[in-house]
């Protein structure tokens, strides 16, 4: 009975011990993200203007930390020269203890003040990181005595920003540095070239500059619909900008000081649009003698692209180099002479084979100068290279694949990890990828699932957040599209997935956003959050619910929802088209007959469409509805006519239906699809209610 007793006891201090560990004077730890083990202790311990530090760097590192230590909003300028004469001791541990060169132990105590240990500077850099956000909570005067041992979860940390599409200048870059290393994101991917623009200076080829830089109009749109001119720095009204090599120096700097590696991006062997304007030699043309393509076959444009790099190659000493290597047309390559010529001698069987035959020089130039490639999933098309790396984004099934194939991989899916998609209920008047990816399902994304082998996740370098611009032309935006958003990776790549918890995340993220728009940034207001689409959470009953459904015109297999009975199954669709709620037609109507069963009075019926001109699904042009008891004769009951343009930009969802009295067993829907429209695209539903 004693030994009972002892046990219960036991079990009780242990959870009061686990309570403990996670609060203090009532309050939960707001730290993002959360180290994997904290305990708690009575007391507390105040940092004064007083308090002096003991750095156990040395050299350029201990200088650079020496001088963000000053301008900190830890403040702590004064230095001890031995550890006994410091309250705040920043000590080296060796490897063996601390094998994780991010990881860190964090110990505050009443009587001997704050100690970090870390075998690395960089885990020195992210217990300061910690303390720091325990003194925005807490207050300098009043921090809570704990102690904190952490390391991160997954190496790869990531934030993309595409600067070509819009150009930001070096101090916006400088902002969001600062927030990824407060929230230990260690990865900074510069998307720094594509179609809308050059924005690196390459000094062998000023051309790049002086005109791929710069274009007619700042909005993606107008510049699409005049034709995607270019135009250079003198051209009235002309829009863009670059960084020169001086200011990526800087940026590059500025990040190393935050142990933050930036990792650049020179797109190929699509997305090239502004680099063929240039240089139309390098090009294969279509049937009208356009540039289309970079032309693979061509000996001078390996030359050009080895040339670009090696300017690259100097201003970067990350390891890797991002190649791009996603969606290239390749339609001009299969009737280029050039290009069927360089299949013919190297023995490509396709044009797949052909951008993989280039990538493979590639990642041979990269390895002679000791960097390492990596690039979108498509470069897995026709055949990997030996040792290249894989940023999946069409999804993580991509990722995963390349690292049972023994590759590794960095897991950036659109599903989850676009920042260009719509993070809260969309407003007709906001520009945006069509597409809704709030917090939670940040959050939520898991990038090492349970089924992966133990090799396999080996592989799994991390996760990466991007921010694709081309409806982001502001500094403003930008923010407000990265943060919160950026912290639910921070915390994904950084906790262990057992020590995650949502509730106590979005109170942490909320109070973030409070302190970012005190320092001047633009983050997403959590609090106004509107959510998911009240609809999505909701099973509606009427007249045709579980009716079958004939469909006189195919659905498309990409968007089946619930296949034949998603039309009747009372599940309504969410703001975002790739929820499994919206059933998709492309190219044809959706032309539908329900059964109800039997006849009886229908007084209304209707279905909801979305448009977004970005997503390439539209409104259909008008809505026929008609009636029948025998399903041979249709008497009609209404023609709605569509008054939004399809070149309307922004998120619209419209419902199209009848109102009044009728007798019908069987009910006729017909969706026009808009032959008009030149670009061709969807039609999405989700419902159709009889009542």
Not at 53 to 58: A, G, K, R, S
Not at 289 to 295: F, I, K, N, Q, S
Request: aromatic share 12%.
């Amino acid at each position: 009975m004693n030994r009972l007793l002892s046990l219960l006891l036991h079990a009780v201090l242990l959870l009061l011990a686990i309570c403990v560990s996670r609060t203090v004077c009532g309050a939960e730890l707001q730290l993002v993200p959360y180290p994997n083990s904290v305990q708690l202790f009575s007391g507390t311990y105040a940092l004064t203007d007083e308090s002096a530090v003991y750095l156990d760097l040395q050299g350029h590192e201990r200088t650079l930390f020496l001088r963000w230590l000053g301008t900190s909003p830890l403040k702590l300028e004064r230095c001890a020269d031995r550890p006994e004469r410091a309250t705040v001791k920043l000590l080296l541990s060796d490897s063996e203890s601390k094998p994780d060169s991010e990881a860190y132990a964090l110990q505050i105590s009443r009587d001997e003040g704050i100690r970090i240990e870390a075998s690395t500077g960089a885990g020195l850099f992210y217990g300061l990181q910690t303390l720091m956000q325990l003194t925005e909570q807490y207050g300098r005067d009043r921090l809570p005595c704990l102690a904190i041992e952490d390391a991160p979860y997954l190496r790869h940390r990531g934030l993309m920003i595409d600067v070509s599409r819009h150009y930001f200048p070096k101090e916006f870059l400088f902002r969001q540095l600062d927030v990824m290393a407060h929230y230990k994101l260690n990865r900074f991917h510069w998307h720094l070239v594509d179609g809308a623009g050059w924005r690196i200076e390459i000094r062998r080829y000023p051309q790049l500059t002086q005109q791929a830089a710069w274009r007619t109009d700042e909005s993606i749109v107008a510049w699409e619909d005049h034709g995607l001119k270019y135009a250079t720095m003198q051209t009235p009204g002309a829009y863009g900008g670059y960084y020169t090599q001086e200011e990526v120096r800087e940026v590059v700097a500025y990040a190393a000081e935050r142990y933050i590696t930036v990792i650049p991006e020179i797109e190929m062997p699509g997305h090239n649009e502004e680099v063929l304007a240039v240089f139309p030699e390098l090009a294969c043309t279509d049937a009208g003698g356009r540039p289309v393509d970079l032309c693979i076959g061509n000996p001078a444009t390996l030359v050009f692209l080895e040339n670009v790099l090696s300017e690259v190659l100097e201003l970067f000493p990350s390891a890797y180099i991002h190649i791009g290597g996603d969606e290239a047309a390749k339609t001009a390559w299969e009737h280029c002479d050039r290009c069927r010529k360089r299949m013919e001698e190297e023995g490509l069987a396709s044009v797949d084979e052909l951008q993989s035959w280039l990538i493979r020089q590639m990642e041979r130039f990269l390895h002679a100068h000791g960097r390492r490639l990596v690039g979108w999933d498509e470069i897995m098309q026709g055949g990997l290279s030996p040792d290249a790396t894989v940023m999946s984004w069409r999804g993580p099934q991509y990722g995963l694949q390349a690292a049972t194939m023994g590759h590794d991989a960095i897991l950036s899916p659109i599903q989850y990890c676009y920042f260009n998609f719509y993070q809260d209920a969309p407003e007709a008047h906001v520009l945006s990828w069509a597409g809704y990816t709030p917090l939670k399902k940040v959050y939520d994304f898991n990038p090492i699932p349970d089924t992966l082998s133990v090799e396999a996740r080996g592989h799994i370098l991390g996760l990466q957040a991007n921010l694709w611009t081309e409806y982001i032309p502001t500094e403003q935006q930008a923010e407000s599209m990265l943060w919160p958003r950026g912290l639910a990776i921070a915390e994904t790549g950084w906790t262990r997935p057992e020590e995650k918890s949502y509730a106590r995340f979005r109170t942490c993220a909320t109070e973030a956003v409070s302190r970012l728009r005190h320092h001047g940034l633009h983050p997403f207001d959590l609090e106004r959050e509107v959510g998911e689409r009240v609809e999505y959470g909701d099973t509606l009953r009427h007249l045709a619910s579980g009716c079958p459904v004939r469909y006189l015109q195919p659905y498309t297999e990409e968007y089946p929802a619930g296949g034949d009975t998603a039309l009747t199954d009372g599940l309504q669709g969410g703001w975002s088209y790739e929820d499994g709620r919206w059933q998709g037609f492309i190219g044809n109507d959706m032309d539908v007959v329900i059964d109800l069963g039997a006849e009886q009075p229908v007084r209304e019926i209707g279905a909801n469409f979305i448009q977004d001109r970005f997503g390439w699904f539209w409104l259909p042009c008008k809505v026929e509805i008609s009636v029948s008891s025998d399903n041979e004769h249709f008497t009609p009951l209404a023609v709605v006519e569509n008054d939004l343009p399809f070149v309307q930009t922004g998120f619209y969802l419209r419902r199209f239906g009848w109102k009044g009295s009728a007798e019908a067993r069987y009910v006729r829907y017909v969706a026009r699809y808009d032959a008009a429209n030149p670009k061709k695209g969807f039609l999405f539903t989700d419902e159709v209610v009889v009542r």
